[in-house]
């Protein structure tokens, strides 16, 4: 029963026709099974001419295009049924109400609406004239009145439940692309922080590798003491990088933050200069102003630009390169200065990964940056991260 029902379901013009043809046979049968005979009501002859047998089928065959013509059908249905009863023929007014229903629900708002109310009008309208004229019985009036207008206000009913489902439907596939959207979004901006953090820790570690690499291959033969040194540091360099790397490779596997060691942050700011001077850079450092708890977000960020900016100067400097780096603590805000006297500034004014990373770290927070040659040579990174607009 449900397989034949999902049948009908999944053609519903071939339906309609079987209901046609079934409606149009009721009105065959009820025609010839009028008597002819009188009553107490006026008598209803039995169709005797191809036209009238025509007429009489013609509101059941309207059903077979309800779907594709709702208005065409409810229009030549109705008029149809008002011409059989003008000729005084049987009629079977179930078809009627069967068109009227179906220019509600299938027809374009407000047409169908209108040739449905119109249609159902029109047959009370005549109905009513046909008690008035003693051609029909008082009891019809009210029967045909039901009929026509129980269907009507159904077909609303029914259209308008459509509309509301489809109008449901419709929000909620929109809130599933803004969900998805939001999604891709958020998913988008993690793959651009792991990226920065990717390309922090990768670019530090293996520019103080390269760079130890060279020292340690050109003093090797006369030095063997400070060749020894610069492996020493290349395995330290190699192994905190490493260490950083699987910190993050474990954050993405377990997604979670509090997983392995510590994110690095400003307190390591010392760590972090030292690792550069045994590299070979002359670096001084100051902090100015009292050092409170910072978000994490905002902690992180900062060390990366520090630590961003030095590795540009470790490999764009040139030898004997001295780095000034400055941390500056507001109520509102934490400055960065980074200053050298190299010879970098023409290799990173412009391009790099390095300082768009740095630019997306600062644009996070609606900071600024700013970065270029200086003017009396040398190349400065100045960063302003602000607290205010951050979560904490």
């Not at 019809?140 to 129980?150: C, E, G, N, S």
């Not at 001084?284 to 102003?289: H, L, N």
């Not at 970098?344 to 391009?351: D, I, R």
């Not at 390095?354 to 990174?381: A, C, N």
Request: proline letters at 5%.
């Amino acid at each position: 029963m449900t397989s034949l029902l999902r049948f009908f379901q999944q053609r519903p013009l071939f339906s309609d026709a079987l209901l046609a043809a079934a409606l149009t046979g009721v009105a065959v049968a009820v025609a010839f099974g009028v008597s002819g005979s009188g009553s107490e009501i006026s008598v209803v002859p039995r169709p005797d001419h191809p036209l009238e047998w025509a007429l009489i089928v013609t509101p059941s065959i309207c059903i077979a295009m309800r779907r594709l013509l709702p208005v065409t059908a409810v229009a030549f249905g109705s008029t149809a049924i008002i011409l059989i009863w003008l000729l005084g023929l049987p009629d079977f007014v179930i078809s009627g109400a069967i068109l009227i229903y179906s220019a509600v629900i299938y027809g374009t708002r407000p047409h169908g609406r209108v040739a449905a109310g119109l249609a159902a009008a029109a047959l009370s309208l005549m109905t009513l004239t046909g008690v008035l004229v003693g051609e029909a019985p008082f009891y019809v009036l009210p029967l045909v009145i039901l009929t026509t207008f129980t269907a009507f206000v159904l077909g609303v009913n029914t259209e308008t439940r459509q509309a509301y489902i489809l109008e449901v439907e419709r929000r909620a596939q929109v809130a599933e692309l803004h969900q998805a959207a939001s999604d891709e979004a958020l998913l988008q901006g993690e793959r651009n922080r792991i990226a920065r953090e990717l390309h922090d820790v990768v670019a530090h570690g293996l520019g103080v590798i390269v760079v130890q690499a060279g020292a340690g291959r050109r003093i090797l033969a006369q030095d063997p003491d400070g060749a020894a040194s610069a492996l020493h540091q290349i395995e330290k360099t190699g192994r905190q990088s490493l260490g950083e790397m699987r910190q993050m490779l474990g954050i993405l596997r377990t997604d979670a933050a509090d997983q392995g060691r510590p994110t690095p942050g400003l307190g390591e700011l010392e760590e972090l200069v030292d690792s550069y001077v045994a590299s070979g850079l002359v670096v001084s450092s100051e902090q100015v102003g009292h050092r409170t708890e910072l978000p994490a977000t905002i902690n992180t960020s900062a060390y990366r630009i520090v630590q961003e900016a030095l590795t540009n100067c470790l490999k764009h400097g040139g030898p004997h390169v001295e780095v000034f780096v400055q941390v500056s603590y507001e109520p509102n805000a934490v400055d960065i200065r980074v200053m050298d006297n190299g010879r970098g500034g023409a290799a990173t004014a412009t391009s790099g990964q390095g300082l768009k990373g740095m630019k997306e770290r600062v644009e996070v927070f609606g900071g600024s940056l700013r970065t270029g040659p200086r003017p009396g040579g040398g190349f400065e990174v100045a960063a302003r991260l602000p607290l205010q607009a951050v979560d904490v």
